[in-house]
C-alpha cells in the first residue's frame, strides 16, 4: 500500500500524519502550542512560526517512526500551503519541498479549509460529497457548496470574528483559559443556557453570512455592565457558567440555523462540519437534533480530527489521483483569496 506524509501548520499546531492510499490514518502526530499561546489569549503569530521551527523535524520523526515507515517508502509529500498564518505555513511548506525534493518525490499543496470538509469523510465507506461543508474555526465560519473534494464553492462567510475567534474573546471576558472553546464547553456544563438573554446575530434568511461581535459586545455587558452605568472591571464568577452556557448557545443557535438554510437553497441532503468549534458538544447534539429532523445525512469529524491536524490533508490522495501536483517553487496563500476554492 502506497504512504504520503502530511505536514500542517498553519496556525498553532506543528502536526505530521502518514496516511496510506486507502486514507487509513498510520500516525497522527500533534503538537499543540496553546501553553506558548496561553498568557496572550490568542495565537502571536510570531511565537507560532518560531516555534514550529523547532518543532517541525522532531514531529515528522515521530509521525514516521509511530507508522513504522521509512522516509525511502514515501510516495509524496502533502502540505498545508493555505490559508493560515504566513510564518506559520511557511515553515511547513519549506520542510515538505526538502523533502520532496531529496527523496525525489511529488510535493502536493493542500487547501486546509478543504481538508477541514474532507476530514469528515475520512473512515467513511461511502464518499462524503456531493454535500454543504462547513468549517468553524478559530480563523472561519465558511459554508461551502461542496459538489466534490476538490471542487468547492464559498458560499457565506463571516463578516467579522469567526466563531471560534467569538470563543476566545468570550473566554477572556470571563477569565478562563486559552483556547477559549473547551473551557467555554466546560464551564457551560455547571450554567443555565436561557439565563441571559443574548442576540442571535443574522439569524434571517436574506442574510446568508455570519457576524459575532456583536454577540460577543453582549457578553462583555451581561458581564461587566452597560457604558454609562456602572461598570466592573471583573467579571462575577457566579455569573460565569451561566454566561458561558447562554453565549455557547446564542453561538450553535446561529450556527445550525445557518447550516439550516445552506442545506434548503443547495438543495442537498448531506452536510460535513468540521474544524474545532466542531468539537463543541453542546454543538454536535444540535446539529445531530436539525439533521434527524430534516432527513439529512451528517458527517462530523471526531474531535481529535476537527482541530488542526496533518491527516486531513490527506485530500492529497485526490489531488494526486487527478494529478495536480505542486511545482517546487510553490509559495503559500495566507489569506482566503479566492472565492471560488476549485482545483
Ligand atoms: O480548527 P482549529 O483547530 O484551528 C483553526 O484553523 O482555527 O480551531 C481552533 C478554534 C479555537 O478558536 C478554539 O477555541 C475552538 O476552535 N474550539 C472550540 C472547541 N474546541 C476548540 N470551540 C468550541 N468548543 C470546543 N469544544
Ligand atoms: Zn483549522
Not at 1 to 9: F, G, Q, T, V, Y
Not at 129 to 149: K, M, Q
Request: net charge negative.
Amino acid at each position: 500500500m502506497r504512504k504520503l506524509l502530511a505536514i500542517e501548520s498553519s496556525c498553532d499546531e506543528t502536526s505530521a500524519a502518514v496516511v496510506a492510499e486507502d486514507r487509513t490514518i498510520l500516525s497522527n502526530i500533534v503538537a499543540s502550542q496553546h501553553e506558548l499561546h496561553f498568557d496572550f489569549g490568542g495565537v502571536v503569530p510570531e511565537i507560532a512560526s518560531r516555534a514550529h521551527v523547532r518543532r517541525i523535524i522532531p514531529v515528522i520523526e515521530e509521525a514516521l517512526k509511530a507508522a513504522d515507515t521509512d522516509l525511502k517508502e514515501l510516495c509524496a509529500v502533502a502540505v498545508t500551503s493555505e490559508p493560515g498564518l504566513v510564518g506559520s505555513l511557511l515553515v511547513g511548506l519549506t520542510a515538505a519541498k526538502t523533502l520532496a525534493m531529496s527523496l525525489d518525490i511529488p510535493l502536493v499543496t493542500v487547501d486546509h479549509i478543504d481538508a477541514h470538509i474532507y476530514a469528515c469523510g475520512m473512515g467513511q465507506q461511502e464518499s462524503a460529497f456531493p454535500c454543504v461543508g462547513f468549517v468553524v474555526s478559530g480563523g472561519h465560519t465558511n459554508l461551502y457548496d461542496c459538489r466534490s473534494a476538490t471542487d468547492t464553492t464559498l458560499i457565506a462567510g463571516t463578516t467579522d470574528d469567526a466563531a471560534g475567534e467569538a470563543f476566545d474573546k468570550v473566554a477572556r471576558i470571563l477569565h478562563l483559559p486559552y483556547p477559549g472553546g473547551p473551557s467555554i464547553q466546560k464551564a457551560a456544563e455547571k450554567g443555565d443556557p436561557t439565563s441571559y438573554q443574548l442576540p442571535r446575530p443574522m439569524m434571517r434568511a436574506d442574510k446568508p453570512h455570519f457576524s459575532f461581535s456583536g454577540l460577543k459586545t453582549a457578553v462583555l455587558y451581561a458581564a461587566r455592565g452597560v457604558p454609562g452605568t456602572e461598570q466592573l472591571d471583573h467579571t462575577p464568577e457566579e455569573c460565569v457558567p451561566n454566561l458561558a452556557a447562554s453565549f455557547q448557545a446564542a453561538v450553535s443557535d446561529v450556527l445550525v440555523f445557518k447550516c439550516r438554510q445552506a442545506l434548503k437553497k443547495l438543495g442537498y441532503k448531506r452536510l460535513c462540519v468540521g474544524g474545532g468549534v466542531a468539537a463543541n458538544q453542546h454543538f454536535r447534539e444540535q446539529l445531530t437534533d436539525m439533521c434527524r429532523r430534516h432527513r439529512v445525512e451528517l458527517l462530523i469529524a471526531p474531535p481529535e480530527l476537527c482541530t488542526d491536524n496533518a491527516a486531513m490533508a490527506a485530500i492529497a490522495w485526490e489531488y494526486l489521483e487527478q494529478g495536480k501536483t505542486a511545482n517546487l517553487d510553490a509559495d503559500v496563500l495566507p489569506g482566503l483569496v479566492r472565492p471560488h476554492v476549485s482545483r
